[in-house]
T-cell receptor
């Protein structure tokens, strides 16, 4: 079956620190991989995505590389800001399915202090 | 602006009330979803609609009743809810494999 495992939070960092949030997946096929972000009081927003092995998704200084050999899609940012405080969700979608059904991880709360 | 709107944004209801949540998408997508997000629990997929047809119902209690009159609108009708149904209810739509979420309705059941 399909599933996503991401590191438990909360993660607390000082501004300008380096961020890594680990995500690994199990999939029956060759999925597309996503990171979504949820700011307080809001819905989920797509942060970045990768659709095939070795692709790197990037947005707003965040990056994640689709690693088929380790079934991972870790989220990184070199220098976090207070405004990055949010909950981050890793997700996968099976290619070939007629729907864009997403399988989500449990989410990781990130808090950045000034 | 994600193109997916939800109303109301906040709702407080008693256990004997009947209310409805509304979701509207302006993206031309064919699939729409209801999710439940509770504190300390993973995001739960409740219902999936594809071209107005319900294709997935993940063992959701019958006190939640979805309706999809067309590809742009999705409703969640609520009746005789329980306090444990208090949560953020998120709507999403998709065309391929990228989902776009609304801001959610924060529901409190007293």
């Amino acid at each position: 079956g399909n599933s996503v495992t991401q590191m438990e939070g909360p993660v607390t960092l000082s501004e300008e620190a380096f961020l890594t949030i680990n995500c690994t997946y199990t999939a029956t096929g060759y999925p597309s991989l996503f990171w979504y972000v949820q700011y307080p009081g809001e819905g989920l927003q797509l942060l970045l995505k990768a659709t095939k092995a070795d692709d790197k998704g990037s947005n707003k200084g965040f990056e994640a590389t689709y690693r088929k050999e380790t079934t991972s899609f870790h989220l990184e940012k070199g220098s976090v800001q207070v405004s990055d405080s949010a909950v981050y969700f890793c997700a996968l979608s099976e290619k070939g399915s007629t729907l864009g059904r997403l399988y989500f991880g449990r989410g990781t709360q990130l808090t950045v202090w000034p | 602006e994600t193109g997916v709107t939800q109303t109301p944004r906040h709702l407080v209801m008693g256990m004997t009330n009947k209310k409805s949540l509304k979701c509207e998408q302006h993206l031309g997508h064919n699939a729409m979803y209801w999710y439940k997000q509770s504190a300390k629990k993973p995001l739960e997929l409740m219902f999936v609609y594809n071209f107005k047809e319900q294709t997935e119902n993940n063992s959701v209690p019958s006190r939640f009743s979805p309706e999809c009159p067309n590809s742009s609108h999705l409703f969640l009708h609520l009746h005789t809810l329980q306090p444990e149904d208090s949560a953020l209810y998120l709507c999403a739509s998709s065309q391929d494999h990228e989902q776009f979420f609304g801001p959610g309705t924060r529901l409190t059941v007293l």
